[in-house]
């Protein structure tokens, strides 16, 4: 499925790979939390190296911001640019539809029933996925 939802964005024109769309979705659905560069290897199940190149290409690209902890000098913030957050609100309409295309391939010929259950069942196996 994140390969069908990548080629989606890929035929949106967004200009990241995978594995930096992966990065800028995360930060972009946690907007109203303080998110540190050194979370990413856990909340996205990749090493410390991999996240710090992948920041590092993001920041290239002006898609983040890394902002200094007022608190403690070593831990580093990281923000989604405003020009990225606004790209992304504008693509959700045409993303939304999709998504809706693609998940009618999936239950094609499914009742209502086994939609609603597919549904919870998706559901549970998304939480049993970030469980850790």
Same mark, same amino acid.
Request: net charge positive; proline share 4%.
């Given at each position: 499925?994140?390969?069908?939802?990548?080629?989606?964005?890929?035929?949106?024109?967004?200009?990241?790979?995978?594995?930096?769309?992966?990065? *800028?979705?995360?930060?972009?659905?946690?907007? @109203?939390?303080?998110?540190?560069?050194? @979370?990413?290897?856990? *909340?996205?199940?990749?090493?410390?190296?991999?996240?710090?190149?992948?920041?590092?290409?993001?920041?290239?690209?002006?898609?983040?911001?890394?902002?200094?902890?007022?608190? @403690?000098?070593?831990?580093?913030?990281?923000?989604?640019?405003?020009?990225?957050?606004?790209?992304?609100?504008?693509?959700?309409?045409?993303?939304?539809?999709?998504?809706?295309?693609?998940?009618?391939?999936? /239950?094609?010929?499914? /009742?209502?029933?086994?939609?609603?259950?597919? @549904?919870?069942?998706?559901?549970?196996?998304?939480?049993?996925?970030?469980?850790?």
């Amino acid at each position: 499925m994140s390969r069908e939802i990548a080629q989606i964005l890929l035929r949106q024109g967004v200009p990241f790979p995978k594995s930096q769309i992966e990065v *800028v979705i995360y930060l972009y659905h946690h907007q @109203d939390q303080v998110v540190y560069q050194r @979370d990413l290897p856990d *909340v996205l199940g990749i090493t410390r190296p991999m996240a710090n190149g992948l920041v590092k290409h993001l920041i290239q690209k002006n898609a983040v911001k890394l902002i200094e902890d007022s608190d @403690d000098s070593r831990l580093k913030r990281i923000k989604l640019m405003p020009v990225v957050i606004a790209d992304i609100d504008s693509r959700n309409a045409a993303f939304a539809k999709e998504f809706n295309q693609m998940e009618g391939k999936m /239950t094609k010929g499914f /009742t209502q029933k086994q939609r609603d259950e597919f @549904d919870q069942l998706l559901v549970r196996a998304i939480k049993n996925l970030e469980e850790k």
